[in-house]
């Protein structure tokens, strides 16, 4: 296919990479990283191939909520640097090839802000820019995000003699999206990072930014939509990548759809789609996986979504059954420790396979060859592993390993050659971000297997979720299958080919006919 057309919607074959700047690159000796460690640090990225820069809030905070509680959104935290450390830090990745994205946290804001510290004055023209009630309503322990830590939604202002609304921490008020003054200020906000360099934002807790209070907004989708129109007219490559953690049909809808063309989220990450691959995990069977590919449906033109193994989040496993999730917390976190608002785990993939190397590579390739934008979190390449000494989510966002970089930098056997050879694949298959995807039946409960195909090219892509040997029939090809992964092809013989895979193996082929 075109490579113009691919360049044009840039993000549906990027390589995203997640990063804090506080922890993966200290330039200074203080114990921070900062921009000027990231620049030092940039050519790792470029090396990997790398195409977009993903990085988490940078903005000063009082710490409560690693970095996600905000009191200026219009600057850098001092110890991670200044405004000119991070136009330079932008300057240097467009260098090197890289858009960068951060994320958009507006659904709330830190209580120390300056505008929920006016708004704790009734009288002040910022105390509508939050949700206040004088009384909390009769549902107000509903929907807690962490329990254990809170136990209401609402919380009382002695100053204000009022209830406000958070959805997450009560230091995090919650910002009311419905007052045009908010809507109006984070369209500044994201206007002010994209006159710096910006390509995007990752838009945190989407369907929450659009709940409070939906009586005063007739329909909170038309806001979506107008910041996406916002959006493209400051630049028109730019891209909204969306938490948005539903089901697939209510998920949908954050796409948007005007004359067939998406015009709300670009891209939304698949949530069910990871969950259910965990499941498969645990069960070292292909067919929760396969069932959930079957049933997601495809985006509107123009749109994606955004596949992942970990984030910086506990691994959630809430669309799970609870009996599903009991599996996969037997599999991969028995220990309750490992666990987290009994939904998740707080771990990273390499501890929760035992550092079964084959495992993770396996796991690794499904991430590159599986339909969809891959998002890899920072320290994925080498196989970092989580601190459970560290509370909640922060077992997880520990200091980059710059060691095991330079330890596997020049072993083609290392994990980290194994994912740049994923990288440079995926990127040369066009077929996998842009083709029509369908799963292949195989006989083999462990396999999974799928095929992408787009303007008279395919790719077929297997893999064996098993710890065993399976020799495999796939149907429906023809000519020589090249294998992309290693030397070798498979050819196919009255419109079938059998392959062959070790125990979590797995094998990309380029189908040659004529």
């Known amino acids: ?73 219009y600057a850098v935290d001092p110890r991670l640097g200044t405004l000119g450390d991070f136009v330079e ?68 202002d002695r100053k204000a003699k009022r209830y406000y609304l958070h959805r997450f921490y009560r230091h995090q008020p919650d910002l009311n999206v419905a007052n045009p003054a908010v809507r109006d200020e984070i369209a500044r906000v994201m206007g002010f990072w994209m006159e ?30 107008d910041l996406r129109a916002f959006l493209s007219r400051r630049n028109g490559e730019a891209v909204l990548l969306g938490e948005v953690n539903l089901p697939y049909t209510e998920a ?10 998406g015009d709300e989220l670009h891209m939304c990450f698949d949530f069910v789609g990871m969950q259910q691959m965990f499941l498969s995990l645990a069960r070292r069977e292909a067919s929760p996986l396969t069932h959930a590919l079957r049933e997601r449906p495809v985006p509107p033109r123009d749109c994606h979504w955004a596949t992942f193994v970990r984030n910086h989040d506990e691994l959630t496993l809430d669309k799970l059954t609870e009996a599903e999730r009991r599996e996969v917390f037997a599999a991969f976190g028995p220990e309750e420790d490992m666990q987290l608002y009994g939904r998740g785990l707080r771990r990273r993939l390499p501890s929760m396979l035992g550092g079964d190397l084959a495992r993770i590579k396996m796991v690794y390739s499904l991430l590159f060859s599986l339909p969809g934008t891959p998002v ?30 330079d330890g596997q930098r020049r072993d083609p056997g290392s994990l980290l050659g194994w994912v740049r050879l994923l990288v440079e694949r995926y990127r040369e298959c066009p077929e996998l971000a ?50 992309l992964l290693v030397d070798g092809s498979v050819r196919a013989k009255g419109g079938s080919a059998r392959v062959e895979l070790g125990p979590y193996g797995c094998r990309w082929f380029r189908q040659v006919t004529g």
């Not at 787009?454 to 029939?473: A, K, M, P, Q």
Request: negative net charge.
């Open 1 to 73: 296919m075109r490579l113009t057309r691919t360049a044009d919607l840039w993000w549906k074959n990027a390589v995203v990479y997640c990063l804090d700047v506080e922890t993966f690159h200290d330039s200074n000796g203080d114990g921070c990283g900062d921009f000027r460690g990231l620049i030092e640090k940039i050519d790792h990225l470029h090396r990997l191939g790398v195409t977009c820069l993903w990085l988490m809030p940078f903005f000063p905070t009082p710490e409560r909520d690693d970095g996600y509680d905000i009191t200026d959104f």
């Open 89 to 156: 830090f932008v300057r240097t990745a467009r260098d090197r090839g890289m858009r960068v994205i951060a994320d958009l946290v507006v659904n709330h804001t830190s209580d120390r802000h300056p505008w929920f510290q006016a708004a704790r004055d009734p009288g002040s023209p910022f105390h509508d820019w939050y949700v206040w009630r004088d009384e909390p309503p009769a549902d107000a322990a509903e929907g807690v995000v962490f329990p254990g830590e809170e136990r209401s939604l609402w919380t009382y």
């Open 196 to 225: 710096l360099g910006l390509s995007g934002f990752r838009v945190d807790a989407v369907p929450f930014l659009l709940e409070a209070p939906v009586e005063a907004l007739p329909d909170p989708h038309d806001y979506l939509a």
């Open 252 to 261: 949908m809808a954050f796409f948007g759809e005007s004359d067939g063309v």
């Open 376 to 405: 890899l979190f920072y320290g994925e390449e080498v196989g970092m592993t989580e601190d459970l000494s560290l509370e909640g989510r922060l077992a997880v966002r520990t200091p980059m390993w710059w060691d095991a970089v």
């Open 434 to 483: 842009w083709g029509e995807f369908s799963v292949v039946d195989t006989a083999e409960p462990a396999v999974f297997a799928h095929r992408c195909e787009i303007e008279g090219g395919t790719v077929v892509v297997v893999h064996n979720l098993g710890d065993r040997e399976v020799s495999v029939e796939v149907p429906g090809v023809e000519g020589v299958l090249a294998d």
